[in-house]
């Protein structure tokens, strides 16, 4: 079972700060704020791109997963964290608690699949990751996946959530940034279609290849 990393973040959202710690000392600020918010113009963007049923994997409180069913879209939201999922479900959106690497509803059916919010770190390994994803797809379906700025590389390792003095489980994490995730989706039985940056924040569309 995926460890609940992030739910420190989700049961302390009052502190002012929130921090994702690697094992080397690097910290990266979560914007945890934006996660409760309402769906921001690079969510829109990803919503635009789809077409179809979509699943979206590492939902959190459910921004994208609420703005893809008011898009008319049949959603589902995947989260392991039981808040996340009822935190979604309160936005009146599906969510379902759940590994994403155990068995899920209607796999091989999916049109989209969305890994946003870093979530390509999930379970420390883009490589499998992105092969579970692969599984879960339609065969003319895609993966919207955010990345990481051009030349950042990649990284994979042991993280923990810092909120203020409280301090999360240590979980397997990863990053990958718009240059390494060729070679990685390659792997992975999938091409990149295309990459493209929305304001500061960077995605790429994945398709079979």
Sequence with gaps: MTVDGFGTALRHREVDTHWLVHADGTRRRLQVERWHGPAEAATAS??????????????????????????????????????AVALTRARGAVAVQADLFDPLPAEGRWRHVVLLDGNIGIGGDPGILLRRCRALLHPGGSVLVELDPPGSGAWQGHAHVVSGPHRGPSFRWARLDTRAVHDVAAEAGLAVREVYPVGRRWFAELVLA
Aim: proline share 8%.
């Design 46 to 83: 990803v919503v635009a791109r789809c077409a179809g049923p979509t699943l979206d994997l590492g939902c959190g409180p459910g921004r994208l997963t609420q703005a893809l069913t008011h898009a008319g879209l049949t959603t589902v939201g995947v989260d392991v964290s039981p808040r």
